[in-house]
């Protein structure tokens, strides 16, 4: 089946900086990708929708200037989050939709826990 | 909300056992999705129902569809400890649409 891979799987980090997590398709070609956010023992919420070579389009209620999105292939996408807080702190997780044959299927990466201190 | 409903939030069953899941939302669907996540893991898609459908099989899974009542269920026959995490359901919305809107999810634990 089709490979979304994510990295890092795990990062820690202080208060105020940046962080990038990438999420790459491996075996197949992503003409959309979604980023999710999922807290302890809650469901995903979906943050943004990415299409390659255009502007990520953000859910109400996500600010687009700390999480950014670059979508700059069909195998890569990153989310950015800048200047993060404790209150970021959650497992964020991609998913890609392939470009052929039927693409309702979104394949799912494993998930990066971001702990912010 | 479009999110889906789930219940009940939590089942606990011996192995060997049925678990049925159920899922229900409040806006026409063009599909709904079931997923599996294991403990702080990725999501990993199991079976997809179009809104034309109403019961699909795969495997020890069986999933059934009524639009009218807006609602899924999602039966696991012959539990086994591996089946042990949490199920959500997901709907897309219209024709076209990008958005999987998920349920609020079922830990399943089975228990050996």
């Known amino acids: 089946g089709a490979v979304v891979s994510q990295h890092p799987s795990w990062v820690i980090c202080k208060s105020g900086t940046s962080v990038k997590i990438e999420c790459r398709s491996l075996d197949f070609q992503a003409t959309t990708m979604f980023w999710y956010r999922q807290f302890p023992k809650q469901s995903l919420m979906l943050m943004a929708t990415?299409?390659?070579?255009?502007?990520?389009?953000?859910e109400q209620g996500v600010e687009k200037d700390k999480f950014l999105i670059n979508h700059a292939s069909l195998t890569l996408s990153t989310l950015t989050v800048t200047s993060a807080h404790p209150e970021d702190s959650s497992f964020y997780i991609c998913?890609?939709?392939?470009?052929?044959?039927?693409?309702?299927?979104?394949?799912f990466g494993p998930g990066t826990r971001l702990l912010v201190l | 909300s479009q999110q889906g409903e789930e219940d009940p939030q939590a089942l606990s069953i011996q192995e060997g056992e049925n678990a049925t899941m159920n899922c229900s939302y409040k806006t026409s669907i063009n599909n709904l999705q079931w997923y599996r996540q294991n403990s702080g893991r990725g999501l990993v898609h199991l079976i997809l129902?179009?809104?034309?459908?109403r019961e699909k099989h795969s495997g020890r899974l069986r999933v059934t569809l009524d639009t009218s009542k807006k609602s899924s269920s999602l039966l696991i026959t012959a539990s086994r400890a591996a089946d042990t995490a949490s199920y959500f359901c997901a709907i897309i919305v219209g024709p076209g649409a990008n958005n999987l809107f998920f349920g609020t999810g079922t830990r399943l634990t089975v228990i050996p």
């Open positions: 990415s299409n390659e070579g255009s502007k990520a389009t953000y």
């Open positions: 129902i179009r809104s034309n459908e």
């Open positions: 998913s890609a939709r392939g470009t052929s044959g039927r693409s309702e299927t979104q394949y």
